[in-house]
């Protein structure tokens, strides 16, 4: 009880409890679309491209954030559109932007004057520096999401599943390409307080594998895979205060761990049938 209690009583529990309920939703919509459409390569390459946006952010004296998001979301769109048009293999141009991405955030933090920031809460997460400009941000983005989805789930996986196929049925994939890079790109900037760059890539990922292996619905995927990723980050949450450890480390243990057990059921219950 005294979890609830202290979550109503300090505002930086509530803005964590919140972002845990808000990065959820946005990483199980988005993540069922990565891991359908075979994109967890290209997310885990946004992820720690952003880290470029981040170190000029520093050195130019802007906010953390803003500069992953505009590093985040261009690195997307580049990825997309070398690989669309056939001028680069897709796997080579995201390996590319990884290491080019890092590399940029390495080098403008040492030019940064003055001691280097403290860099651990973008790279491993720490919930409790979330602010209500992100909770307003993911807030957005989630409404974004819900509506985007709730009118366009079909398309949105046809593109998933076969893009020739939605080609063929009049779909603009291209467009629907290019809206979904942009949204894996806010959704892993506006979620890297909650994880961190390092562990984001698994709360994008874990929960719809949790739930694809239960279901093979799109349609049914996407909302349990929002359910399964609130309830891994609240969980995270809740060890985190009993055990004074990283929210984020704790989150992807829980979801791990759940993923195994959901693999392994199937094979208990097999072996005692008489």
């Known amino acids: 009880m005294d979890f609830f209690q202290e979550i109503i009583q300090y505002k930086f529990l509530t803005n964590a409890f919140i972002a845990c309920l808000l990065s959820g939703i946005a990483c199980g919509i988005v993540g069922t679309y990565v891991v359908c459409r075979r994109l967890v390569f290209l997310s885990g390459g946004i992820t720690h491209s952003s880290f ?34 056939g ?3 897709e796997d080579s141009a995201i390996g590319i932007v990884w290491s080019v991405g890092m590399a940029i955030g390495i080098i403008f933090i040492y030019m940064t004057p003055g001691y280097a920031p ?8 720490n919930i409790l520096t979330v602010t209500p ?5 993911l807030a957005i983005l989630d409404t974004i999401l819900l509506l985007l989805f709730a009118l366009a789930s079909r398309p949105i ?10 080609r063929s049925q009049g779909i603009p ?22 994880v961190g760059i390092v562990l984001l890539i698994s709360l994008l990922t874990i929960p ?3 739930v694809n292996t239960l279901s093979k619905s799109y349609r049914t995927i ?41 693999k392994l059921l199937p094979l208990c219950c097999k072996s005692l049938k008489p």
């Open 52 to 85: 470029g946006g981040i170190g000029i952010a520093y050195y130019m004296g802007w906010n953390p954030i803003l500069g992953a998001t505009i590093f985040a979301v261009l690195s997307a769109l580049g990825i997309e559109t070398f690989s669309e048009r």
């Open 87 to 89: 001028r680069m293999r």
């Open 118 to 125: 403290n860099l651990m809460s973008f790279l491993f997460g």
């Open 133 to 137: 400009g992100d909770i307003t941000a």
């Open 157 to 166: 996986m046809y593109v998933a599943f076969d893009r020739e196929f939605a």
């Open 173 to 194: 994939t291209r467009t629907l390409s290019y809206l979904m890079a942009i949204l894996i790109a806010l959704t892993i900037v506006f979620s890297i307080r909650t």
């Open 208 to 210: 719809a594998v949790i």
């Open 222 to 262: 996407t909302w349990w895979a929002a359910l399964v990723a609130m309830l891994g980050n609240l969980t995270g949450l809740y060890f985190s205060y009993k055990l004074n450890i990283p929210a984020g480390a704790a989150t992807i243990f829980v979801l791990t761990l759940t993923l195994i057990i959901v």
